[in-house]
Nanobody, 119 residues
Framework: QVQLVESGGGSVQAGGSLRLSCTASTSISDITVIHWYRQSPGRQRELVADISKSGRINYVEAVKGRFTISRDNVKNTVYLQMNSLKPEDTAVYYC?????????????WGQGTQVTVSS
């Protein structure tokens, strides 16, 4: 079982920055990949970025050049640095951990943190 706790959300004006944190209850070195998702009212949850155990990183096109995902294996934390925020970035942001155990993928979600960007 992996517990995830997100933090760092808040309200900012357009052009501002926030850094989200996702802290795991276990060593993230044992986690195959950690994703950041977001969901705004009336929309499906969408993938924003992810980082694998090997360090491979992916971003959705809408955040490339503005968001940066990173990991600190000592603190068991994955960060999402969000710069040049836009009103359309407003959403609840969730982290998701995928751990592969003997060929079976187990998914774990955090409770989410609200990000609100005003124009």
């Amino acid at each position: 079982q992996v517990q995830l706790v997100e933090s760092g959300g808040g309200s900012v004006q357009a052009g501002g920055s926030l850094r989200l944190s996702c802290t795991a209850s276990t060593s993230i070195s044992d986690i195959t990949v950690i994703h950041w998702y977001r969901q705004s009212p009336g929309r499906q949850r969408e993938l924003v970025a992810d980082i694998s155990k090997s360090g491979r990183i992916n971003y959705v096109e809408a955040v490339k050049g503005r968001f940066t995902i990173s990991r600190d294996n000592v603190k068991n934390t994955v960060y999402l640095q969000m710069n040049s925020l836009k009103p359309e970035d407003t959403a609840v942001y969730y982290c998701k951990a995928v751990r592969d155990v003997s060929g079976t993928a187990y998914n774990y979600w955090g409770q989410g943190t609200q990000v609100t960007v005003s124009s």
